[in-house]
């Protein structure tokens, strides 16, 4: 079963870059590493997936080593607003997605 | 598009009560989950369907049954409730199989006393 593991917390201040690293060690071969990001009394939002190397997008970057045991997420340039729980999501056995407990981001002024 | 929508926002309930907490999305999406977040926890996967017809078993089952006869359509139904399933409900869907971005609804926060 492929789980996860993160930080709990992180705190930042406002224009800090954020790195959030998950392990996950049973990855199988097939899968994707998938980040949620989550804000207090809503469902989880999609930021970004990858397979191996690097992805970049609007919001986040994506870092996968060549063993793809480990992911980091990277935020550019932080605000109050990207205060939230981060979750590192890796498909589990015969497709059941397991959600670690995530990390919870804390950015201060 | 409306998204993935859930009903009701807010519920209490009595132990040993029954109820259903419908989802519904209009995407088009196979791929429809529910999920639980008890408080400063991640989400557990409760069932999973991968179609119209077909439902299966993740993480916590216990207590908890789902049919999927539409696409739209997948609700979740509490047998008799306990207080432990006191928790946030979420409704997730997606275009195909896991690796598929997931699209949540709003949650349905359930107490039962």
């Known amino acids: 079963l492929a789980k996860t593991t993160q930080p709990i917390s992180m705190d930042s201040y406002e224009g800090q870059e954020v790195n959030i690293t998950c392990s996950h060690n049973?990855?199988?071969?097939?899968?994707?590493i998938t980040w949620y990001q989550q804000f207090p009394s809503q469902g989880p939002r999609f930021i970004i997936q990858?397979?191996?190397t690097k992805v970049t997008n609007e919001v986040a970057s994506l870092f996968i080593p060549a063993d793809r045991k480990s992911s980091t997420l990277s935020l550019p340039r932080v605000s109050l607003s990207d205060t939230a729980v981060y979750y590192c999501?890796?498909?589990?056995?015969?497709?059941?997605?397991?959600f670690g407990d995530g990390t919870t981001l804390t950015v201060k002024p | 598009n409306a998204g993935v929508t859930q009903t009701p926002k807010f519920q209490v309930l009595k132990t040993g009560q029954s109820m259903t907490l419908q989802c519904a999305q209009d995407?088009?999406?196979?791929?429809m989950s529910w999920y639980r977040q008890d408080p400063g926890m991640g989400l557990r996967l409760i069932h999973y369907?991968?179609?119209?017809?077909?439902?299966d078993q993740g993480e916590v089952p216990n207590g908890y049954n789902v049919s999927r006869s539409t696409t739209e359509d997948f609700p979740l139904r509490l047998l008799s409730a306990a207080p432990s399933q006191t928790s946030v409900y979420f409704c997730?869907?997606?275009?195909?199989?896991?690796?598929?971005?997931?699209?949540f609804g709003p949650g349905t926060r359930l107490l039962v006393l």
């Open positions: 997730a869907s997606s275009w195909g199989d896991y690796q598929e971005t997931q699209y």
């Open positions: 049973n990855i199988a071969t097939n899968d994707y």
């Open positions: 990858g397979y191996k």
């Open positions: 999501l890796v498909p589990g056995r015969a497709g059941k997605s397991t």
């Open positions: 995407m088009n999406h196979e791929y």
């Open positions: 369907s991968v179609g119209a017809g077909i439902t």
